[in-house]
């Protein structure tokens, strides 16, 4: 059996400036206008938090609270604007998956893919939230100087129903995700910003 990936520290992103920053793996992407780090403090007003949070009572809230702070605490960075909107990033080991520029998934490469990727995100999900999950879209797109898997599904958990928006980047050695969720209500709330941050990232200083 193949090797467990080694286990490696969560990488931090720091803001200088207008952009967001990361010294390893070396990447970085320009901050749309008004965005910046999500802090603990955040969590009452996260526009996908609005449903669940008003269901609860004090003590539920309080969990909540404690619950969002531990996955910032795990997130390399996650971000917001005047509206609540939501985009996070994560970084994780690059096993030689790249696309060419140009590249077409064909319809049995979408389906491989989305099975594998559903099947991790349930695994990783608690015994007692295990989310249903319905993929809307998986193609490579072009994004500045890179080609990038964009993955876009709806979330069902007991945060409600979401909308999942995941461009993957990849380098020799690491994957970036960049990921904006969204309400069905409000599905384009810094979706644009979400875009044109994409589109900003590079690799190297």
């Not at 989310?131 to 898997?149: I, N, Q, T, W």
């Amino acid at each position: 059996a193949p090797p467990p990936p080694t286990s490696r520290p969560v990488p931090r992103g720091t803001i200088l400036n207008d952009q967001l920053v990361f010294a390893f793996p070396t990447f970085w992407i320009t901050l749309a206008p008004g965005w910046r780090a999500v802090v603990a403090s955040d969590v009452s007003r996260l526009d996908i938090h609005q449903h669940v949070l008003g269901a609860m009572n004090a003590r539920a809230r309080a969990e909540f609270e404690r619950m969002f702070g531990a996955r910032l605490e795990r997130s390399p960075a996650m971000l917001t604007n005047g509206r609540g909107a939501l985009v996070s990033v994560g970084v994780t080991e690059n096993r030689s998956v790249r696309y060419q520029p140009g590249y077409r998934m064909n319809q049995r490469e979408r389906e491989l893919f989305w099975r594998e990727f559903s099947r991790r995100l349930v695994d990783a999900a608690p015994e007692n939230n295990k989310p249903v999950l319905v993929m809307r879209s998986v193609d490579v797109k072009e994004y500045g100087d890179s080609s990038a898997l964009v993955v876009v599904y709806t979330r069902e958990d007991l945060l409600g129903t979401l909308i999942w928006t995941q461009v993957n980047f990849f380098s020799e050695d690491s994957t970036i995700a960049l990921i904006h969720v969204a309400t069905l209500a409000n599905p384009s709330n810094g979706l644009a910003d979400f875009d044109a941050m994409a589109r900003s990232l590079r690799f190297g200083m």
